[in-house]
Structures are given as C-alpha cells and as structure tokens.
C-alpha cells in the first residue's frame, strides 16, 4: 500500500508519461522546427559541419541553425547552446554525452624535418596557452613535444 507521498508521486509520474506520450505523437504535420545552437571547434565546424548542417537545413526547413566556432567552453545548462561538439569528453554539467567518432593525433613533417627531429632537434610548434591546455590536441602535442610550444591567447 501506496503512503502519502508515494501516491502524490505516482499521480504526477502519470502526469508526467502521459505529456511524454503526448508530445512524441505531434501531429503528421509537426516537421522539426526552430532556433537550435550548435557550438563546435573552428576546424569542425569549417571542415566537417558546415556541409552537413547544409544537407539538414534542405532536409528540415523549419530549423534555423545558429552555429558558433568558438574554443571555449560553453554551457548546456545554462542554454548557451543546444549542441556542443567537443574532441574530448565534458568534465562536468548535467549532459549527454555521445562518442561519435575516435580521432587520432598526429605530428606531420617532411622528410628534412622528420630527419632532424630524429637527430634529436626539438620542433617549434605554434601551440595552446594555458586557457586552452585541457583541448585534448593541446595535451597530444604536451605530452609528446613537451618542450617545443610557443603559444598565442586566443584572444
């Protein structure tokens, strides 16, 4: 038998299904519509996204996408944005995260600078500052050229 508080619980879970259930069935007309946030990395979204949102403006008109190329952190809770795009995993917030793909780090020179670097030669690399150290490129290149980084601020 239900006390109190758990009968006031279960009528407002009932509630709570029943808006749930009401709002996955929409009507047949109801297409995806609205301002959705999108905040991925400068070379992402330049790279990668730009193409892709494209194909889903066409596939949804009803959407207005607002897409933000910015290094920095930003808030889902605070509804900064809809959707962030990261290379590495959210440290904290109350989110979903999805791994979507593996990336792999790289360092690519030619055949005179792969010769020097294997003559002992540290590379001079324009890097991360300090702000920007947690960027999970930042910490491939620290930790694999860990005396070769001259950093700007993003500024």
Request: proline share 5%.
């Amino acid at each position: 038998m239900l006390t109190p508080a758990g009968t006031r619980a279960l009528a407002l879970a009932t509630d709570m299904e029943t808006a749930a259930a009401t709002l996955s069935r929409g009507s047949s007309d109801d297409g995806l519509k609205g301002l959705v946030r999108v905040s991925v990395p400068p070379t992402l979204g330049q790279r990668f996204l730009a193409a892709e949102l494209a194909k889903l403006s066409v596939k949804h008109p009803g959407l207005d996408l607002d897409v933000s190329t910015d290094l920095r952190n930003v808030s889902l809770e605070r509804r900064e944005t809809d959707v962030a795009l990261r290379l590495g995993r959210l440290q904290n917030g109350d989110v979903i995260a999805k791994l979507l793909a593996t990336l792999g780090f790289g360092f690519y020179a030619s055949a005179k600078w792969c010769g020097r670097i294997n003559d002992g030669v540290q590379p001079v690399f324009v890097g991360f500052d300090e702000a920007n150290s947690y960027l999970p490129e930042a910490a491939w290149l620290a930790r694999h050229f860990p005396r070769a980084r001259v950093s700007f601020p993003n500024k």
